[in-house]
């Protein structure tokens, strides 16, 4: 028997959506769960859950051959769930790592029937964010009281954020009746509570609701009143069989869910369907009008043309004499001054000037959007260009859930020039305004230099061992630069030292160095116990590396900087015997790093792969058994955050800007000394002398401990409150240093 049962069921979801979701889920599961994804009539069958299921082994699919709604797409997958406990997750939402196992442990803790727990509701299309979050309790059976401050607290509609015993379902043959959108989940809630089932509540935002106009309540369904008629039923039922129930409600504020008439719920559904910010369309808004002319009256297509014209004109009319004057007519009842109004009415925003959007920086800001939002800061970045030769052409036109824009690049290369770009941030400039690449782009030179925000943040990769050019007037002005922001965002603690160094130089004041490190998706990049076995014997395969060969990877460009034929030249056939080392990479030195490999006679057991896919790369850093980089110029690479989340020992050059953090000498890792021949020798040795066990052993201590320092949530709520965008400042060792 299963432990835990999750039931997902969709119906035309994008494929995007459909993967985030699963994919949470599959994360916060343990090896005894299943996932139950009911695909409800879809015209277009998710092509993902059929690869996810065949990926990997917990995953189900279930499918209707046409749409029969989500209460019905429920019992389905309730009928055919095996887990001791079940919960529910909607197709476009995702949950949070430790949701289900803190649920569990409640549950069992306290023999309930039923886990609460907290949601974090995101309403996409206006950036408004809600939390509800619980106390901790244990409340048995709900009381008519508990059951109100619930309620209140926008914890008790949802079926989502519950998880149930199955066998109590079972029992009292507890099924989503198929009456309306979206009050099954209420009519199914208060059957639990009529049927006296046991509650506890656990204090942990674990579930992420969003909300887009066309997802299924912003969908207008003609059984909408019907199915409100039906909570109405079910909550009048309550109060007249359970004592003290409307007593208990009232003093929530509840009392009048059992007094609303019918006429009075299609009146109150066609006044909220024309609120401001309604998602309805004008074509569902006529759809029910049509419908429920009875009871709205003669004057409905009169008040429908009227309030579609209103539409109109606010949408595309709206000009700013015509805004005054609404403003001075609102501020005239209410006595204050247009002054007031707008500063209360004005959002603070914190924005970002990048280059190009890299896979990992749209990471980083996604989080950064979330963390923003609910502080209710606006965030957006400004790109310079969509990509350029250097960086592989999938980068092109990526997802991108975050408010951003594109701007036309006059520049040439890297070399990016955006005049547009600028005069915007100079004309307009935000309370944050964060730049990349300060010294190294046209644009970021006069945004730097003629932008006036409040806080202006350079983000630099400086490192001392590959400083550049510090003196003269390529010094100077680099100097001059920095000296433009209050902080530099740097990705660790050698970028603090490498601006020290510059401190030393001039009289101008450097700013101060707030640590934000180069982030990578831990819910992708996993230790290999959390994949599936045969895809890490698939990718192992596809590497040329059996199961008791030693898989040595390097992710590095074909180019001089990387060191890769230095490193060649201290390898022998003896040496690695046992090993199978892949090169995964393109560039100019392709040629002579495959003449370099047949020359010493290590075609056998070394290899290039030329490209891999970013999504790809993740399996294949948990199917290996060690990361290694020779590099002799690398400022910050990406390769070993992603290694140490795939629980990867690493041996790294001593040149690379996050070798202090990413390695720990003979506890997770190497230090490379790549400048010093014998020195490097010796340490190459050692490395490929090392036993499969040992290297495992080595790889859990990457996971276990220099992992945290990439953590994002942690690391992007430190630098936020360093650099002022949390409220205040907190005690934590990485986001403040001063130089």
């Known amino acids: 028997m299963k432990r835990l049962s999750v039931i997902v069921p969709g119906y035309n979801t994008r494929e995007a959506w459909w993967h985030r979701c699963v994919t949470s889920i599959l994360d916060a599961l343990g090896a005894n769960d299943e996932v139950l994804c009911v695909d409800d009539g879809s015209r277009v069958p998710p092509k993902c859950l059929v690869e996810l299921a065949a990926k990997d082994g917990r995953v189900r699919v279930l499918r209707h051959e046409k749409n029969l709604g989500l209460p019905s797409a429920r019992n389905t997958g309730l009928d055919a769930a095996q887990g001791e406990f079940v919960t529910f997750v909607d197709s476009d939402d995702e949950v949070r790592p430790e949701t289900y196992s803190r649920c569990l442990a409640a549950l069992e803790a306290h023999n309930a029937d039923v886990a609460v727990y907290g949601v974090r509701g995101v309403y996409a299309n206006d950036g408004f964010v809600v939390h509800d979050i619980p106390e901790e309790k244990y409340y048995g059976e709900l009381s008519p009281a508990d059951v109100g ?13 519950k998880v149930f015993r199955k066998g109590f379902l079972d029992e009292h043959a507890m099924r989503f009746r198929p009456e309306g959108v979206p009050c099954e989940d209420a009519i199914f809630n208060v059957a639990l509570v009529v049927n006296k089932a046991k509650w506890a509540t656990v204090p942990y935002e674990g579930y992420i609701y969003y909300r887009y106009d066309g997802s299924l309540l912003s969908t207008y369904k003609p059984t909408y009143v019907e199915g409100t008629r039906a909570c109405t039923k079910a909550w009048r039922d309550y109060k007249e069989t359970t004592p003290g129930a409307r007593e208990g409600l009232e003093k929530y504020g509840l009392g009048w869910y059992d007094e609303t008439s019918d006429d009075n719920i299609v009146r109150g559904q066609w006044t909220n369907i024309w609120r401001r910010k309604s998602p309805y369309g004008l074509r569902a808004r006529w759809r029910y009008a049509k419908e429920h002319a009875d009871v709205l009256g003669r004057a409905t297509l009169f008040v429908f043309i009227k309030k579609a014209v209103v539409m109109f004109l606010r949408a595309h009319c709206y000009i700013r004499p015509i805004r005054i004057w609404h403003e001075k007519r609102f501020l005239r009842r209410v006595g204050a001054k247009i002054g007031d109004l707008r500063s209360s009415q ?25 963390q923003l939002k609910d502080r209710g800061i606006d965030f957006h970045v400004h790109f310079m260009a969509k990509g350029h030769k250097d960086r592989p052409k999938s980068w092109l036109n990526p997802e991108v859930d975050f408010s951003h824009a594109y701007w036309r690049d006059y520049g040439i290369g890297q070399r990016h020039f955006n005049p547009g770009l600028a005069w915007n941030v100079i004309r307009n400039p935000p309370e944050w305004l964060l730049v990349g690449s300060p010294y190294d782009t046209l644009t970021s030179i006069l945004i730097l230099f003629f932008a006036r925000p409040k806080v202006k943040i350079v983000w630099t990769e400086g490192n001392t061992k590959t400083p550049g050019i510090m003196g003269g007037i390529i010094g ?23 601006l020290a160094s510059h401190q030393k130089l001039t009289r101008l004041r450097m700013p101060t160095p707030v640590i934000l490190p180069n982030l990578v998706n831990e819910q992708r990049f996993k230790p290999r116990e959390k994949w599936n076995a045969n895809d890490i014997a698939v990718a192992r395969e596809d590497l040329g590396a059996g199961q008791s060969i030693r898989l040595c990877i390097i992710p590095a460009r074909l180019e001089p900087v990387k060191g890769l034929i230095p490193f060649l ?59 290694l980089l020779p590099s002799v110029y690398d400022p910050n690479p990406l390769s070993v955050p992603e290694a140490l989340f795939s629980g990867l020992p690493i041996a790294l050059s001593d040149q690379a800007g996050n070798v202090d953090e990413g390695v720990t000498e003979g506890c997770n890792g190497w230090r490379l000394p790549v400048l010093d021949v014998g020195k490097f020798r010796g340490k190459v040795v050692e490395i490929f002398s090392t036993s499969k066990e040992k290297l495992h052993e080595m790889g859990r201590k990457s996971f276990s401990e220099n992992a945290c320092f990439w953590r994002t949530e942690e690391a992007i709520r430190g630098f936020l409150c360093c650099v002022g965008a949390c409220g205040e400042r907190e005690d934590n060792s990485r986001v403040a240093v001063g130089v």
């Open 476 to 498: 100077r002005f680099k100097r001059r630069v920095f000296a433009t922001a209050r902080f530099a965002a740097v990705p660790g603690h050698d970028a603090i030292e490498y």
């Open 346 to 370: 004005k959002r603070k925003r914190f924005i970002a000037v990048m280059n190009i959007p890299s896979p990992y920086r749209l990471h980083l800001f996604n989080e950064m959007w979330r």
């Open 569 to 627: 030249r201290l390898l022998t056939p003896e040496l690695i015997r046992g090993w199978r080392i892949v090169i995964l990479g393109q560039g100019s030195l392709k040629e002579d790093i495959q003449s370099e490999i047949a020359q010493a006679g290590l075609s056998a057991s070394i290899s290039i792969l030329d490209y891999v896919s970013y999504e790809r790369m993740p399996l294949f850093y948990a199917a290996s058994d060690l990361l």
């Open 149 to 161: 401050y619930l309620v209140k607290r926008r914890l008790f509609y949802y079926s989502c954020n």
